[in-house]
């Protein structure tokens, strides 16, 4: 027997429907933000996401699905949202048009690590993506719309919040940085030890334990800002208490992608297990610039949206649309009739092989319908269906025209 590949699961109906009702939330509440849907193809150039997400990263030096393809191009599955929108929005001229361009956006993200609960190696990210707007407020628009997304879910979490600086503070830390690194030496992993030349403020990102306990003595970088990155910084506090957001510092946090700089940002929660990160993001005011664009102001974020399905606190089942049904074989063709006409404006879900009238009510009740309409005999030959309102539990033969004429579809 064929099965799936490892990491990469089917979606089955009692899982789609949390999924479902993740995206129709999520969506909705970005809408009313006044973002727009964008799309972007699963498979990019691979050079795409070294130029964006950074060579040094363990999602471009270890987890890209990369291959060559029968064109000699060099091409892989997306491992994150970001980079493609930014790509699109730099082929597309919109850097060139100006003003302010709101997006959001869901798909499939693939990265081949170990799979592990609420970590696949295809999995599914909401992101939501601003640009143009150069504001410590739209920053903390972005941590407000996730909070609002978490709540109406249902799902509780804790706020790790910090600021990576820009390039006028970020050399001098650097510089600090890397003379710590060296001091600790071979106590260091060696993965550590490669992005020492590459990306220092990674190390900080380190899963190793023992690197950890040996960064809690490095220096931080939000006691190295410039004054504009910190008064950013002190607003952003000041917005998220405004607003009731609880949120702690965290000065390791570094975020897993090159690209950001001054606010990071990431949801964690503590449901989970140890891998409890949820949702995140921040500021890349450079990534557009690094990607051939026009230098343009950036901010956005993502959610991992297996990470959140058990979490989500699903709403009690409301019963919608009709159940239809023949009592006889003879009934059948204005059953579908009728159906036809109600999925006009409803849905309508038919039982084709006749059964008894409490059969029917046993099938209207396993798909959660509001109505049961049935025809007999009886009603067939008065040109009538009957139906039962399973909420309001009250039952009437209604004529079939009701349903088949256009007036009434």
Excluded at 181 to 199: H, M, V
Excluded at 285 to 314: H, S, W, Y
Excluded at 360 to 386: F, M, P, Q, S
Excluded at 393 to 406: D, G, M, N, R, V
């Amino acid at each position: 027997m064929i099965q799936s590949l490892r990491g990469m699961n089917d979606i089955l109906v009692d899982d789609y429907e949390r999924f479902e009702y993740f995206l129709t939330t999520a969506s909705a509440i970005a809408k009313r933000y006044g973002f727009h849907y964008i799309e972007t193809p699963l498979l990019e150039e691979t050079a795409l996401f070294k130029r964006s997400v950074g060579e040094s990263s363990d999602i471009v030096g270890k987890e890209m699905y990369q291959f060559i393809d029968k064109g000699e191009n060099d091409v892989c599955l997306r491992p994150e949202g970001t980079a493609g929108v930014v790509r699109a929005f730099v082929q597309h001229k919109l850097d060139k048009k100006g003003g302010i361009h709101r997006f959001y956006y869901n798909g499939p993200m693939f990265r081949y690590e170990r799979p592990q609960k609420g970590r696949l190696r295809e999995f599914h990210q909401f992101g939501v993506e601003s640009f143009g707007v150069d504001s410590v407020y739209e920053d903390a628009l972005m941590i407000m719309m996730v909070a609002d997304i978490l709540k109406a879910l249902g799902i509780g979490y804790r706020l790790k919040l910090n600021s990576l600086g820009d390039q006028n503070c970020m050399p001098a830390y650097r510089t600090k940085l890397v003379a710590f690194i060296e001091e600790c030496g071979d106590a260091i992993c060696g993965d550590c030890i490669r992005r020492k030349s590459t990306n220092p403020i990674r190390v900080l990102d380190c899963k190793n334990e023992a690197c950890q306990n040996l960064y809690t003595r490095a220096p931080k970088l939000i006691n190295n800002l410039c004054e504009g990155c910190q008064s950013d910084f002190n607003t952003l506090k000041t917005i998220l208490d405004q607003h009731n957001i609880a949120y702690e510092i965290d000065t390791n946090l570094v975020r897993g992608l090159d690209y950001y700089s001054k606010t990071a940002f990431e949801f964690v929660s503590d449901n989970i297990g140890s891998q409890s990160a949820i949702a995140g993001g921040g500021r890349y005011d450079r990534l557009i610039e690094f990607l051939d664009g026009k230098p343009t102001p950036a901010v956005g974020f993502a959610l991992g949206i297996e990470r959140l399905l058990e979490l989500i606190v699903m709403p009690e089942p409301v019963r919608e649309g009709y159940y239809l049904g023949a009592m006889d074989d003879a009934s059948l063709p204005q059953i579908l009739q009728a159906a036809e006409a109600i999925r006009r404006t409803q849905k309508a879900v038919v039982e084709y092989d006749a059964k008894s009238l409490k059969a029917h009510l046993k099938g209207a009740d396993r798909i959660n319908a509001r109505y049961c309409a049935v025809i007999g005999e009886n009603e067939r030959l008065e040109g009538t269906i009957w139906v039962k309102d399973l909420v309001e539990k009250q039952e009437s033969a209604i004529p079939l025209t009701h349903f088949t004429t256009k007036e009434n579809a």
